[in-house]
């Protein structure tokens, strides 16, 4: 089987990525595998990007845009090249895969008409949250675009229960090709490392330190994180918080702070590719987002031990109800997230009764290998032509 890919991580193109490096292993799955990647050339980390062959039957493409604009029809023109030259010769072995249903979504639909190869839609966020048009008109167009894309899949893999139970809810007709298939994650290698520094000792001033990680956006929510802070000071006011992270917004978090007057409670730190020693040494994991598609590091925090409180996001729901117990809020509901907190400060008994029992038993389902992982993987793609 050849697979043609549209996506849109330009960490494709860097030596020694994760990105890459996953990618090589999706390549081992098929005869072929081609990766269309929306890029702008005038962006200077992607002014340079080229087309590469990075395993014998491994292709990358950059669509050296103009603009944003133009991705779509940029790599349209790429897949339809690429299609055109070896799809005569065996049409039946070709699918194309989507990382999005939104503008990936679009020209992976176009040339799914155009060549009739069977198309593949992965959903990767929770499109159908009502935050998710709240603060971006691009966004509003995407959901429009996902529902003009969805019902030509043939195939659609989603990484959570809630996205697909949000899809049968909003097409009951899609149910039957939708694949769940969570993001891989090596559980054991955060259940068995080692902590290489404490972030109570490095913050000895705090006697509860809370840990809150993700790129300053929008939809992460952090002002509300910091809200959660300010009002839990009123009751425990030495408790920090430290957020690991960076994006556009990393400015306005700082002014955030500042005007709520948390500078002595409040530290950022950049973005790092380990947070195994911030999860360990962390009381508390506090994730405040808007909506998630999956929720990455809540499942590595609580995979390191750490006691968490979330938002019904993404896997909050399965990872944090659990025998009577419920560390889950409704989005913004500060007196929820106040008392669940106020009960793991005070309730040490309750921490270690977290990090001892409930981790360990709801990561159990999330558990699976690199293999199993990557087999589930082609099957979801193979169920495009079944």
């Not at 899809?167 to 899609?174: C, N």
């Not at 408790?239 to 990393?250: F, M, N």
Request: hydrophobic share 40%; charged share 20%; glycine share 4%.
């Amino acid at each position: 089987m050849r697979v043609l890919t549209i996506g849109t991580d330009r960490k494709l193109f860097e030596e020694g990525s994760a990105v890459r490096a996953r990618v090589l292993e999706y390549g081992k799955l098929f005869d072929e595998l081609h990766v269309v990647v929306f890029n702008n050339r005038f962006n200077v980390k992607d002014s340079r990007l080229k087309v590469e062959q990075i395993a014998p039957n491994c292709w990358i493409y950059p669509t050296n845009s103009w603009s944003r604009w133009f991705y779509v029809s940029g790599a349209f023109r790429i897949g339809r090249r690429i299609l055109s030259k070896s799809f005569t010769l065996n049409p039946p072995s070709w699918v194309i895969d989507s990382q999005d249903p939104f503008e990936c979504g679009l020209v992976a639909k176009k040339l799914s008409v155009k060549f009739k190869i069977p198309l593949q839609i992965q959903i990767h966020t929770d499109f159908l949250s009502p935050y998710f048009t709240r603060f971006s008109f691009l966004n509003w167009l995407r959901v429009r675009i996902a529902r003009k894309v969805l019902p030509s899949a043939s195939a659609i893999r989603v990484v959570s229960q809630r996205i697909k139970d949000s899809l049968a809810t909003y097409k009951p007709q899609l149910t039957t090709k939708i694949t769940v298939l969570p993001i891989f994650t090596n559980i054991k290698k955060f259940a068995d490392a080692e902590p290489t520094f404490d972030l109570k000792q490095k913050y000895p001033h705090w006697s509860f330190v809370m840990l809150a990680v993700g790129r300053f956006t929008q939809e992460k929510n952090f002002i509300f994180a910091l809200e959660v802070l300010k009002e839990t000071l009123k009751k425990y006011p030495k408790t920090g918080l430290v957020i690991v992270g960076d994006g556009p917004l990393k400015d306005n978090l700082a002014r955030q702070v500042n005007f709520l007057g948390l500078a002595n409670n409040v530290v950022f730190e950049p973005w790092q590719n380990d947070l195994t020693s911030y999860y360990k040494t962390a009381n508390l994991f506090l994730q405040t987002s808007f909506y998630e598609g999956f929720g990455l590091v809540l499942l590595e925090a609580l995979a390191s031990g750490c006691p968490a409180v979330s938002s019904d996001v993404g896997i909050a729901s399965e990872l944090l109800n659990h025998k009577g117990h419920s560390f889950v809020c409704s989005v913004n509901d500060l007196e929820c997230f106040c008392s669940k907190i106020y009960n793991l400060i005070e309730d040490n008994q309750l921490r270690m009764f977290f990090s001892t029992q409930i981790s360990p038993s709801v990561i159990m389902p999330f558990i699976q290998s690199e293999e199993g992982y990557l087999g589930a993987y082609k099957s979801s793609v193979e169920s495009a032509v079944s």
